[in-house]
């Protein structure tokens, strides 16, 4: 079970950061993911964080502002929203799974998902 927080309402230019706590079983042997999905869209990639937390990947519209992150300890992972736009308004889920590295960016590879914080960007 994934339980994500964080959301809010904010200004366009401001930051936020978002968490998702694991539960119920080992999540740190899984790469962990964000995606988004704005009223009306599909739902889309925004960043994943492999196991051992080396690695990351980010969709181009948030490379530079986001920054992933994870504490398997604590099995939370974390994303850190900067430089907020008006058109990163969305409900942010948070996924787990294993995921082969040319589809870490599809969302039918990720079998654990949380229930979504809504993230408001006014301008």
């Known amino acids: 079970q994934l339980q994500a927080s964080g959301g809010g309402l904010v200004q366009a230019g401001g930051s936020l950061r978002l968490s998702c706590v694991a539960s119920?079983?080992?999540?740190?042997?899984?790469?962990l993911a964000w995606f988004r999905q704005a009223p009306g869209k599909e739902r889309e990639f925004v960043s994943t964080?492999?196991?051992?937390?080396?690695?990351?990947y980010y969709a181009d519209s948030v490379k530079g502002r986001f920054t992933i992150s994870r504490d398997n300890a604590k099995n939370t992972v974390y994303l850190q929203i900067n430089s907020l736009e008006p058109e990163d308004t969305a409900v942010y889920y948070c996924?787990?799974?294993?995921?082969?590295?040319?589809?870490?960016?599809?969302?039918?590879?990720?079998?654990?998902w949380g229930q979504g914080t809504q993230v408001t960007v006014s301008s």
């Open positions: 996924a787990a799974g294993s995921p082969i590295l040319s589809a870490i960016r599809n969302r039918n590879m990720y079998n654990y």
């Open positions: 964080i492999r196991v051992s937390g080396a690695t990351t």
């Open positions: 119920g079983r080992t999540f740190s042997r899984y790469a």
